[in-house]
């Protein structure tokens, strides 16, 4: 069952109430949610976000915080999807994936990333393994965007101990994917160091050695994209974080720094973002702690704000709104 979503802002609620008095009796099932601008998310906790552009659609995958108030710590056990025809109506689908389908983790369910190739869709989330000490990333695998996902390898994709350039546990973080146009796909990822390595077409296997890119005050959170010929690796950078980018017209760089794009999203000590360009228009995606008063970095919440380029292809700096974006069309 689903309710369309209609502004204004009080036909809105009375949806969002009606879905809330029947969701009970609707387990499994998409569930639209009220549009109220920023943050676009506010029935749960949501952070780190990525977004996927398929078919005229948006699908936004997050984690989920579910640490109680007040609590100060991540509590993470799996990740959300929601999707949307316009960046301005959401709807929530099932929960797709959650750590337990990596048989070979312990917990935590942070930062991931999906994208489609070859009728399939491809997960990459940073998890801590159970065997080899520190963060490791897995992949998952679905023949839907909404999944439901599942271990693609029975192993971990990357290890602690594959990694050496950064000295702590959990350098191994914040997956990003991108495939340029000749077809070869590139993973990029870490804190404190930032590493990169060529995926094979099965893109569930490394293709080569893993490199390291040196970027000014690298914290975490890459993700790169591509638009009018330039890629762009935006990044976290500092603590509390801001986000700061380089450009760079091949993946293996060299990257030269632009400086910062988005500044401290508020009451969040980090930042996350995701990037995208549909229906003619681009949007930069992030968490802050717009929604929770008490413990914002271990509860937030996901917004949208619009993203402009210069003629010379850099990025204006993101302003962050608390009315969001209008409907794309």
């Not at 914290?219 to 591509?226: C, F, K, N, R, S």
Request: net charge neutral; proline share 7%.
């Amino acid at each position: 069952m689903t309710i369309p979503i209609f502004r204004p802002a009080a036909q809105a609620l009375f949806a969002g109430l009606l879905l809330a008095a029947v969701a009970p009796a609707l387990p499994g099932l998409a569930q639209a949610l009220p549009a109220a601008g920023n943050p676009i998310i506010r029935n749960k906790y949501t952070a780190d976000p990525a977004a996927l552009v398929h078919n005229g659609t948006v699908y936004l995958y997050a984690g989920h915080d579910e640490a109680p108030a007040p609590e100060q710590r991540y509590v993470m056990h799996e990740w959300l999807c929601y999707s949307s025809p316009d960046m301005v109506t959401w709807t929530e689908h099932p929960s797709p994936l959650n750590v337990k389908a990596f048989a070979w983790a312990k917990d935590d369910a942070w930062a991931s990333q999906v994208i489609a190739r070859n009728g399939k869709f491809y997960w990459y989330a940073a998890v801590e393994h159970g065997a080899v000490p520190g963060k490791a990333i897995g992949v998952a695998v679905s023949d839907s965007p909404t999944g439901p996902f599942k271990d693609a390898r029975g192993t971990a994709l990357v290890t602690n101990d594959m990694t050496t350039v950064a000295k702590i546990f959990w350098d191994d973080i914040d997956p990003t994917v991108i495939i340029d146009k000749t077809g070869q796909a590139y993973l990029f990822w870490g804190n404190s160091a930032c590493y990169y390595a060529k995926l094979k077409p099965n893109m569930t296997e490394l293709d080569g050695p893993i490199q390291t890119i040196k970027l000014p005050a690298f914290t975490e959170a890459p993700w790169v994209h591509q638009h009018n010929g330039w890629y762009y690796l935006s990044y976290a950078t500092g603590f509390p974080e801001k986000i700061a980018y380089a450009m760079s017209r091949s993946l293996e760089g060299p990257w030269v720094y632009k400086g910062i794009l988005n500044e401290l999203a508020g009451n969040s000590n980090t930042n996350h973002q995701a990037i995208i360009d549909f229906k003619g228009k681009s949007y930069f995606v992030y968490h802050n702690g717009g929604v929770n008063t008490d413990g914002g970095s271990f509860r937030r919440s996901v917004c949208v704000d619009n993203l402009f380029y210069n003629k010379d292809g850099t990025m204006k700096r993101v302003v962050m709104t608390s009315e969001g974006v209008q409907p794309a069309k």
